[in-house]
C-alpha cells in the first residue's frame, strides 16, 4: 500500500475485527471500525473511495447504492462469494443471480467476471 494510501475496515464482530488488528493495527494508514455496515455507507455521502471490497451483505446485497455512489470514476468494486456455494442458504442463489444483473445492467460500470475462487467480481466505476 503506498505510503500516503489508507485502509478503511469495518466489521460487526468485534472478534474478527480485533485479529486483523493484532496483524495492521500498528500501521496508521489503517483504520478500524466495529459496526454494522450498512449503516457506515450511509455515514459516508460525499466522499469517493479508491476502491470498495465488499465481503459481506452490506454494499453488496443492502446499501449496493450507496456503495457504488462512494466509487471515484477509474475506481473498482470487489464482490466474491459469486460462485454456488454448498453452504448458501435456500433463496440465495437467486440474490446473487439477481446482483449480477443489476450490476452487468448499469451503464457507469464495466463488470469482469471471474471464475476463481469462490467467484469474483471486479467492477470499474467509468462515469458518474
Not at 457506515?40 to 457504488?68: N, V
Not at 466509487?71 to 433463496?91: C, F, H, K, R, T
Amino acid at each position: 500500500m503506498h505510503s500516503k494510501a489508507s485502509l478503511i475496515s469495518v466489521d460487526n464482530d468485534a472478534l474478527s475485527s480485533a485479529i486483523a488488528q493484532t496483524h495492521l493495527g500498528s500501521d496508521p494508514r489503517v483504520t478500524f471500525y466495529v459496526e454494522e455496515g450498512g449503516l457506515f455507507l450511509e455515514q459516508l455521502r460525499g466522499q469517493t473511495f479508491d476502491m470498495i471490497f465488499a465481503d459481506t451483505w452490506p454494499g453488496k446485497y443492502t446499501h449496493l447504492e450507496e456503495a457504488l455512489d462512494l466509487l471515484a470514476i477509474g475506481a473498482i468494486y470487489v464482490i466474491d462469494d459469486m460462485l454456488p456455494q454448498s453452504n448458501w442458504p435456500e433463496g440465495h442463489a437467486a440474490k446473487v443471480s439477481a446482483l449480477i444483473t443489476q450490476l452487468e445492467s448499469r451503464a457507469d460500470l464495466t463488470v469482469t467476471k471471474l471464475t476463481w475462487a469462490t467467484g469474483i467480481i471486479i467492477c470499474t466505476k467509468i462515469s458518474r
